[in-house]
């Protein structure tokens, strides 16, 4: 069993940052996936930002060049700093952990950016 637990989300204007963080505990494979996903009102939930165990990072195109995925393998933690935010980042950003056999979530942090 897995746990995700998330914190770093908020309110904050645009053009600011917000830092979000994830950390993972129980059974943890030493090679695995972990990162973000959003869901906006009326949207589907998307792919924000993986990376991999090794450091390999996946970034949706709208927010590439903005938002920066790094993880603490130690911690099991992975951290999503976000950049230059826009309105349309605001939404509801899930922490997800993928391993074999196992994918798992976290409970959803809201993240709102006013214009």
């Known amino acids: 069993q897995v746990r995700l637990v998330e914190s770093g989300g908020g309110l904050v204007q645009a053009g600011g940052s917000l830092r979000l963080s994830c950390a993972a505990s129980g059974s943890i494979m030493r090679l695995n996936s972990m990162g973000w996903y959003r869901q906006a009102p009326g949207n589907k939930r998307e792919l924000v930002a993986m990376i991999t165990t090794g450091g390999i990072k996946n970034y949706a195109d709208s927010v590439k060049g903005r938002f920066t995925a790094s993880r603490d393998n130690d911690l099991n933690t992975v951290y999503l700093q976000m950049n230059s935010l826009k309105p349309e980042d605001t939404g509801v950003y899930y922490c997800?952990?993928?391993?074999?056999?196992?994918?798992?979530w976290g409970q959803g942090s809201q993240v709102t950016v006013s214009s």
């Open positions: 997800r952990l993928i391993q074999m056999g196992d994918s798992s």
